[in-house]
């Protein structure tokens, strides 16, 4: 009897889901649309030639020997 019952609200969870998806519209995303800020890709890729190049010393794999 309680398998019945358990079914009955799976179900009815499922129906109500499904027809809240059917029946409702889509928000409309709030983006912020300014046409002057668009992404220049060839700027981009110019300026990653001139950018500063630091050298660090990377110790992440490094093992004593002894220890």
Not at 29 to 41: G, S, Y
Not at 52 to 58: E, S
Request: charged letters at 20%; a neutral charge.
């Amino acid at each position: 009897m309680r398998v019945h019952h358990v079914v009955a609200v799976a179900a009815a969870v499922v129906i109500a889901v499904a027809a809240k998806l059917v029946f409702s519209s889509p928000t409309k995303a709030d983006a912020d649309v300014n046409p002057k800020a668009r992404l220049n890709v060839l700027q981009m890729q110019t300026d990653e030639r001139h950018m500063a190049v630091q050298k660090i010393h990377d110790m992440t794999f490094v093992f004593a020997d002894g220890d």
